[in-house]
C-alpha cells in the first residue's frame, strides 16, 4: 500500500468511527486503533495531545503523516468545531480526492519514469564506446585521453539532463476538480452553495490554496461567490463561478453539474498529460542530434582514429 493509499484508508476509517456514533474528538483518539499500521506512531502522538486538552485543530496539524492534506484535514476539523458542519461527507470527498491521487500517480508515475528511463538509456549510449578503447590499443589517461573523455562525458551528461527535463511531470489530480467534489459533498450533506464554497476552499489543494484564500476572503466581504472567483488570480479557480451562480440565484441542485466538471476536467488533464508524453520523443530529436551524436563521435571515433595513427 502506498503513502497516499494508507492516507486515504485512514481518512475513510475516520469518517466511518463518526459514522458509527463517535464524536470528532472521540474519534479522532480512537483512530489509531483502525489506521494504518504505519501511521500509528503520529496518531498516538494526536491522541495524546487531544488527552491533554491542545484544541482539535493544533493537533491534526501536528499529524506529519498527512504530509499535504494535513491543511485539508485540519480545515475540516476546524469547521466542524466551528460552524459544527457534519464532517462525514467532507472526510468522504477527501478520503477519494487521495485514493484517485494515488491511483493516478501509479499509473502515470510509471508512465512517466519508463520514458525517461529509456531517454537516459539512449542518452547514456555512447559511454559504452570506452569499453571499446582497450581493444583499440588507445591510451585513455594521456593529456588526450583525458580530454576525450571530459568533452564526451559532458555531452552525455547534458543530453541526459536535456532529454529527462522534455518528459512532462505527471499532474496526479486537477485542482479544480478536487474543490467541486468538496462543494458536490458539502451540498450532497446539507450545507448551502456559499457555505460549502467557503468549505471547498478552506480545504483547497496546495496548488491553488492562496488564490483560493483571497476568493474565499472576497466572499467573506460581501463578493458573490462567481465574481470572488473570477477576481482571485486564477482563471482555473474561475470555471466554477458561472455554475455556482446560476444554481445560487436559480436555487437549483449544483451536485451533479460540479461532478460532471470534475469529471470533465480530470479527462482534459489526462489527455494532456498523454498528449505531451507521446510528444517528448519527437521533442528529444534536439539533444539528441547536439549532444549525444557529437559524444558518440567523441568517444568512439575519436580513439578509433587515434587507434590507427598509431598503428
Known sequence: MTELSQRAAAIAALADLIR??????????????????PMHDDLHRLR???????????????????GEDTTALASICSLQARAGLEPVVL???LARAIEYRAHEQGSVGAATAGTKLQARLVAGLPLLALLLAPAAHVALF???????IAIGGSLVAVGMRWMSSLVPEPVTDDPVASIADMIAASC???SSIPVSTLVALECAPPSVREPAQRARRLVEMGCALGDSLRRCGEPR????????DR???????????????AARRRRESRVEFETALRRAPVRMVLPLTLCVLPAFGVLAIIPFLRGLATG
Open 247 to 261: 444554481a445560487h440565484s436559480l436555487g437549483t441542485p449544483i451536485s451533479r453539474t460540479l461532478r460532471i466538471l
Open 237 to 244: 479557480l474561475a470555471l466554477l463561478g458561472d455554475p455556482l
Open 188 to 190: 450532497d450533506g446539507g
Open 20 to 37: 458509527s456514533g463517535h464524536s470528532l474528538r472521540a474519534a479522532l483518539c480512537t483512530w489509531a486503533d483502525v489506521a494504518p499500521a
Open 91 to 93: 472526510l468522504d470527498a
Open 48 to 66: 495524546n495531545e487531544l488527552l491533554l486538552s491542545v484544541d482539535t485543530e493544533t493537533a491534526v496539524r501536528r499529524a506529519r503523516c498527512f
Open 142 to 148: 594521456d593529456p588526450v585521453g583525458l580530454a576525450t
